[in-house]
């Protein structure tokens, strides 16, 4: 059974930078679709980024565009999100997912429904 591991959440200041990381356990699993979304308290999952197909597309949403960045390491199976000018809307729970779907248009990707495996989550606060 394949299992989404996150890590690197934690606690910044509004302006500062976090990485977070998502590792697939499972060594025969592959896939080229990854993304990250978040859910804040009282708030729906909403989607943040996501990296898809075997030349890597980009999509990302329109409030984290030009300071969040998704990168993959296809060989460790995992996906990273360096997060920077953090403000403190950014602060919730963040969650890895996985897909071995393949859509033909990238808007389909941001849909959390498209997605087969997804991680426990990690916690990012960010403190004015």
């Known amino acids: 059974q394949v299992q989404l591991a996150e890590s690197g959440g934690g606690l910044v200041q509004a302006g500062g930078s976090l990485r977070l990381s998502c590792t697939a356990s499972a060594r025969t699993f592959s896939t080229n679709n990854w993304a990250w979304f978040r859910q804040a308290p009282g708030k729906e999952r909403e989607f943040v980024a996501a990296i898809v197909r075997s030349g890597g597309d980009t999509v990302y949403a329109d409030d984290v565009k030009d300071r969040f960045t998704i990168s993959r390491a296809n060989a460790k199976n995992t996906v990273y999100l360096q997060m920077n000018s953090l403000k403190t809307e950014d602060t919730a729970a963040y969650y890895c997912?996985?897909?071995?779907?393949?859509?033909?248009?990238?808007?389909?990707?941001?849909?959390?429904?498209?997605?087969?495996?997804w991680g426990q989550g990690t916690q990012v606060t960010v403190s004015s």
């Open positions: 997912a996985a897909t071995l779907g393949y859509y033909s248009a990238t808007y389909y990707y941001r849909d959390p429904n498209k997605y087969n495996y």
